[in-house]
């Protein structure tokens, strides 16, 4: 948002350095920086890579893209070990205070602590983390490129087909006559955030992610986006519709 509506990029550069230093020797990020306590939500690991995308698209600064690409390779190094021998990221946390880092992805109301219940079932592989992952690797690979590393670029852009073919293969399932993404390998239960991540990663055709979105927002039935998720999910519902359409938050989210 900041560097949407100010050319003065003071905050953001203040915010993506704190999150920098505060990596961890596994490749992860804490939550929140700076901080004395370790607390880490490998989702965020993903956010903090994305706003160094953004500040590129918005700024250009080759030099500052530079600085940040080291800690955002160890960031995708940690979901790269991370993967399951059916290729998605495997199982990585969980609710909070129960396992080592708080598999976050958002206040829908029927989740654990904004964990999709997907992680206490099979592998406990949340596809979010996958779909994120493929998002970072989709992004990273623009800011390499950008910074002369053309190799690295490649590499991620490889590394992108390979899991995106893996999700498609093992993380798709049937829900009233639609194909959606599953909130985990081979679970039948879903949400609006996978569907909009299979939007915004490209595993679906805009036709087909049409008819997902059509299928899950404003369902009862399945976990809807709250507030720390609404703006993507309503940006990218209006990519695949060609529409402006406004969709409202989850019951929980409304709270917020």
């Known amino acids: 948002m900041a560097d949407a509506i100010s050319a003065d990029d003071r905050l953001a550069r203040q915010a993506m350095e704190a999150f920098r230093r505060s990596q961890r020797p596994d490749g992860l990020i804490n939550a929140d920086a700076p901080t004395v306590k370790s607390n880490v939500i490998p989702a965020f690991s993903i956010y903090y890579l ?3 995308h953004d500040h590129m698209m918005y700024f250009g600064d080759k030099a500052l893209a530079k600085r940040h690409l080291p800690a955002i390779d160890g960031i995708l190094g940690f979901f790269d070990r991370n993967l399951s021998e059916q290729g998605p990221v495997g199982k990585s946390g969980g609710p909070i205070m129960r396992h080592r880092y708080w598999s ?4 829908a109301g029927v989740w654990d602590s904004g964990v999709p219940a997907a992680t206490g079932k099979g ?6 983390e996958s779909l994120l992952y493929l998002d970072g690797l989709q992004k990273t690979a623009e800011l390499a490129e950008f910074a002369g590393r053309t190799d ?3 590499e991620y852009r490889q590394r ?7 999700i498609r293969t093992h993380c798709l399932g049937q829900y009233q006559g639609t194909t959606l993404v599953q909130d985990g390998p081979g679970i039948e239960g879903y949400s609006v955030h996978c569907q909009v991540f299979a939007v915004l990663t490209g595993i679906v055709e805009p036709a087909e992610g049409k008819q997902m979105l059509e299928t899950v927002v404003g369902n009862p039935e399945v976990p809807q986006a709250s507030v720390a998720f609404i703006f993507t999910c309503s940006a990218r519902w209006n990519d695949a519709a060609g ?3 406004q969709m409202t938050c989850g019951k929980y989210g409304a709270r917020w």
């Open 50 to 52: 994305l706003m160094v």
């Open 160 to 166: 992108a087909g390979a899991l995106s073919d893996a």
């Open 152 to 154: 690295t670029a490649a």
């Open 104 to 107: 976050f992805i958002d206040w």
């Open 243 to 245: 529409t402006k359409r």
């Open 123 to 128: 592998s406990g592989s949340v596809t979010m």
